[in-house]
C-alpha cells in the first residue's frame, strides 16, 4: 500500500494517481480473470458442440467391408470449430440413400440447422424413396417456422445396388463430380432451389 501524505501538493497528487492506477489495474486483473473464464467456457462448449456434430456422420471407413459392389468414403473439415457442411448415408432394402449438403452461415447457427437436416434425412427416406419426395418434403419441414430464414443446399442421390441404376434430385446444391476411365465430367442435373426457401417448390429428379 501507499503511504499517507498530509500535505496537498504535488507529492500528494502523485501518490494519488499512483493509488488510482493500483485500483483500475486491480478490477482490470478482475475483470480480464472473468473474460478468461468466460473464453475457456465458450471454448469448451464449443469443443463439445463439434464432438457432437461429427458423431452424428458417418466416421467408420470403409462402411461396408462385406460388400464387393460398393465402396465409400467420406470427410468433413468445417471452416470454423462447428459449422454447416453435412453428408450422410445408409443402405436399407438394396438401396443406397446418401445426401450431401451446406447450411447457409457459419458456427452454431449452421450446425444445429445441419443436425436438423440430417435427422430429418434420415427420417423421410425411411418412409419415401424417390430422391425428389425426399427433397420436397425436406423443404417443406424446413420451411415451416424459419424465421431466421436459413437454407440448405442439398443433393440427394438413391442407388439401387442390384441394376446401379442412380436417380437423384439437386436442390441448389454443387453439381457432383463424376470419375471413370475417361476422366472427370459433371452429373447432370437441375439446379432446382434450396430447401428452407420455398414451400410450394417443385423439385425436379434424373
Same mark, same amino acid.
Given at each position: 500500500s501507499?503511504p +499517507?501524505?498530509?500535505y496537498e501538493?504535488?507529492?500528494? $497528487?502523485?501518490?494519488?494517481?499512483?493509488? %488510482?492506477?493500483?485500483?483500475?489495474?486491480? +478490477?482490470?486483473i478482475?475483470?480480464?480473470?472473468?473474460?478468461?473464464?468466460?473464453?475457456?467456457?465458450?471454448?469448451?462448449?464449443?469443443?463439445?458442440?463439434?464432438?457432437? +456434430?461429427?458423431?452424428?456422420?458417418?466416421?467408420t471407413?470403409?462402411?461396408y467391408?462385406?460388400?464387393?459392389?460398393?465402396?465409400?468414403?467420406?470427410?468433413?473439415?468445417?471452416?470454423?470449430d /462447428? %459449422?454447416?457442411?453435412?453428408?450422410?448415408f445408409?443402405?436399407?432394402n438394396? +438401396?443406397?440413400?446418401?445426401?450431401?449438403?451446406?447450411?447457409?452461415?457459419?458456427?452454431?447457427?449452421?450446425?444445429?440447422?445441419?443436425? /436438423?437436416?440430417?435427422? $430429418?434425412?434420415r427420417?423421410?427416406s425411411?418412409?419415401?424413396?424417390?430422391?425428389?419426395l425426399?427433397?420436397?418434403?425436406?423443404?417443406t419441414?424446413?420451411?415451416?417456422?424459419?424465421e431466421?430464414?436459413?437454407?440448405?443446399? /442439398?443433393?440427394?442421390?438413391?442407388?439401387?445396388?442390384?441394376? %446401379?441404376h442412380?436417380s437423384?434430385?439437386?436442390?441448389?446444391?454443387?453439381?457432383?463430380?463424376?470419375l471413370?476411365?475417361?476422366?472427370?465430367?459433371?452429373?447432370?442435373c437441375?439446379?432446382?432451389?434450396?430447401?428452407?426457401?420455398?414451400d410450394? =417448390?417443385?423439385?425436379t =429428379?434424373d
Amino acid at each position: 500500500s501507499l503511504p +499517507q501524505i498530509k500535505y496537498e501538493d504535488e507529492v500528494r $497528487l502523485l501518490r494519488d494517481s499512483f493509488e %488510482g492506477m493500483q485500483h483500475s489495474l486491480t +478490477q482490470y486483473i478482475e475483470e480480464l480473470k472473468s473474460t478468461t473464464a468466460s473464453k475457456a467456457a465458450i471454448e469448451n462448449e464449443l469443443k463439445v458442440t463439434h464432438d457432437i +456434430q461429427m458423431s452424428m456422420l458417418p466416421k467408420t471407413f470403409p462402411p461396408y467391408p462385406e460388400r464387393s459392389d460398393i465402396d465409400i468414403f467420406g470427410m468433413l473439415k468445417p471452416a470454423k470449430d /462447428v %459449422g454447416g457442411d453435412l453428408f450422410d448415408f445408409y443402405i436399407s432394402n438394396e +438401396q443406397l440413400f446418401f445426401c450431401i449438403g451446406d447450411v447457409s452461415g457459419k458456427g452454431v447457427p449452421a450446425s444445429l440447422v445441419m443436425a /436438423v437436416t440430417r435427422s $430429418l434425412f434420415r427420417n423421410i427416406s425411411a418412409h419415401v424413396a424417390a430422391p425428389n419426395l425426399i427433397v420436397s418434403t425436406l423443404n417443406t419441414a424446413l420451411t415451416e417456422g424459419n424465421e431466421t430464414n436459413m437454407f440448405v443446399t /442439398v443433393f440427394v442421390g438413391v442407388l439401387d445396388l442390384k441394376t %446401379g441404376h442412380l436417380s437423384y434430385s439437386n436442390a441448389g446444391h454443387d453439381m457432383p463430380l463424376l470419375l471413370d476411365a475417361n476422366g472427370v465430367t459433371i452429373l447432370s442435373c437441375d439446379p432446382n432451389v434450396p430447401v428452407g426457401v420455398c414451400d410450394d =417448390w417443385t423439385f425436379t =429428379w434424373d
